[in-house]
Structures are given as C-alpha cells and as structure tokens.
C-alpha cells in the first residue's frame, strides 16, 4: 500500500516541474514573448537573440511541464502559451521578484528613471481618457501581436513604422505608448522619438499580460 509521505512526496514532485521549466532566463523571455501571440521557433529565435537550436531545447522543456503547446500550419509549427493562466503565472512570478529581489529593484528603478512614466491614478482613468479621446494609446508590438490581443481603445502603430506614420497623432493630446511589459524597451523607445518630435507622450509599463492579469485580480 502506497504511504500518504510517497504520495505527498510525488505531488510535490509533479509541482516541482514548473518550477524547473522556467529556472532559465531563456525560457522565461520565450514565455512572455508567447503571451504576446503565438510565434514560430525561427520568430522567437529572432525575439530572443538565441539560435533556433537552442529555442526548440527550451520550448521542449516548457512543453514538457505544459506550459506551452504547438499547431502545425503549413509547414511551420507555432507554438502558443497553453492557456491564460500561464500568462497570469509570468506576471505573477514577475511581480513577486520585483517585491522580494533587492537586486531587481533597483534594476527595475533605474530603467523607469530613463523612461516617461505614465502616472495617472488608476487603469480606469487611462480606459476613460482613452474612450473619451483625451488620450491616444498606441500599441508599438509588432502588429501580429496587437492583432492577438491589445488594451482597449489602443491603436497599432509599430515602433518599425513610428517615424513615418507621426501624422496620425495628435500634437494637442497626450500619447501614451505601451509594448510587452516592463522588460520591454519599445515603448520606451517610442516616448523618445514622440517627444523629440514635439509630441507629449509616455509610457504604459504595462503589457497585455499585465493589463489582463491585474484586471481580472480587480474584479
């Protein structure tokens, strides 16, 4: 007869494997790159700044615990995040460093010191002012990402295409650019090239993840 310390000791185990899945700084910036859309190996090979080779490895290992899946088209394999809880899983492990890790904090404190934060009270005043046109939020992923999943009343503008589509934005309004979350420097990036251009901008920390995560915790 199997003993209830044999028992304890597998389901200890079996949540062990998620745990060991994302013990790799690699792993964990393929994860927050698939809660953006789902991608391919040679896409995520780009993203990440690693060979294919060593993607497929990492992807093995994520699929391995369930944290990812794939679907063939054509003759690509996309993979995909295996379902919103993982999302919620990256965003939470994130903040939690962020509160405990000393370390990050203070990496975390001197990125926000070179950007332009976004600062108003809450994401309800941001959806209202978004609504109401008193702001104009842009999206600077990739567009297959924001056609994925974007913050509501967001347009896409990719940082690719910033510079040639500044038309589009008003001067007389605040702009506020958002990408993949705090570890992401594209909206960033953007707010410098919006305020060099005379536009008043800043940034949303937040990514789509975040954004839902938090939201769903709201409610």
């Given at each position: 007869?199997?003993?209830?310390?044999?028992?304890?000791?597998?389901?200890?185990?079996?949540?062990?494997?998620?745990?060991?899945?994302?013990?790799?700084?690699?792993?964990?910036?393929?994860?927050?790159?698939?809660?953006?859309?789902?991608?391919?190996?040679?896409?995520?090979?780009?993203?990440?700044s690693i060979s294919v080779k060593l993607v497929?490895?990492?992807?093995?290992?994520?699929?391995?615990?369930?944290?990812?899946?794939?679907?063939?088209?054509?003759?690509?394999?996309?993979?995909?995040?295996?379902?919103?809880?993982?999302?919620?899983?990256?965003v939470t492990i994130r903040l939690l460093a962020e509160d405990r890790l000393f370390e990050l904090q203070e990496a975390v404190q001197q990125l926000s010191a070179n950007t332009h934060e976004w600062v108003e009270s809450d994401r309800q005043?941001?959806?209202?002012?978004?609504?109401?046109?008193?702001?104009?939020?842009?999206?600077?992923?990739?567009?297959?990402?924001?056609?994925?999943?974007?913050?509501p009343f967001a347009r896409s503008i990719p940082l690719a295409e910033l510079n040639e589509r500044l038309t589009e934005l008003p001067k007389d309004r605040p702009v506020v650019a958002y990408c993949r979350g705090p570890f992401c420097f594209m909206s960033s990036d953007a707010v410098t090239l919006l305020r060099a251009q005379g536009i008043q901008a800043a940034q949303l920390r937040d990514g789509v993840a975040e954004w839902n995560s938090l939201m769903v915790a709201a409610d």
């Open positions: 007869m199997t003993s209830n310390r044999t028992i304890k000791d597998s389901l200890y185990e079996q949540v062990a494997r998620i745990g060991k899945a994302v013990a790799s700084p690699k792993r964990l910036e393929l994860l927050e790159l698939l809660c953006q859309a789902p991608k391919t190996v040679e896409t995520l090979a780009q993203e990440a497929s490895a990492h992807l093995k290992e994520l699929k391995a615990s369930r944290l990812v899946d794939n679907v063939r088209q054509g003759k690509y394999m996309i993979y995909r995040i295996a379902n919103d809880d993982v999302a919620r899983f990256w005043e941001l959806l209202r002012k978004a609504k109401s046109g008193d702001i104009v939020v842009i999206d600077v992923r990739p567009g297959v990402e924001y056609l994925a999943g974007h913050l």
